[in-house]
Nanobody, 125 residues
Framework: QVQLVESGGGLVQAGGSLRLSCSASTSTFSSYVMAWFRQAPGKEREFVASISWSGSLSNTADSVKGRFTISRDNPKRTVSLQMNSLKPEDTAVYYC??????????????????WGQGTRVTVSS
């Protein structure tokens, strides 16, 4: 089991930027597909972005494409989500998720076995 800890959430005005980070406890981090999901109040958890173990392949939800970028640093065991041009509809709790192997294109929450506690992002209009 991988322990994941997110950081970087906060309050930002529409049009602003935030960078989320997720630190992983496992020494085999480079073998994990990593992803970000988000959950707004009263809504289901939704896929945001994912990245392959090497970082060479990523997948991004249409709703954030062109604004959000996922990246990873395997030696530091971290995955990041750079969020630009934020909109009020981006307001949610953002979760880091991990899966050992498998497709980096998976967008289903149940495809990921390990989850962080989440970090809250609030975008004011």
């Amino acid at each position: 089991q991988v322990q994941l800890v997110e950081s970087g959430g906060g309050l930002v005005q529409a049009g602003g930027s935030l960078r989320l980070s997720c630190s992983a406890s496992t020494s085999t981090f480079s073998s994990y597909v990593m992803a970000w999901f988000r959950q707004a109040p009263g809504k289901e958890r939704e896929f945001v972005a994912s990245i392959s173990w090497s970082g060479s392949l990523s997948n991004t939800a249409d709703s954030v494409k062109g604004r959000f970028t996922i990246s990873r640093d395997n030696p530091k065991r971290t995955v990041s989500l750079q969020m630009n041009s934020l909109k009020p509809e981006d307001t949610a709790v953002y979760y880091c998720a991990a899966r050992s192997g498998g497709s980096p294109l998976s967008t289903r929450p149940d495809a990921y076995s390990d989850w962080g506690q989440g970090t809250r992002v609030t975008v004011s209009s």
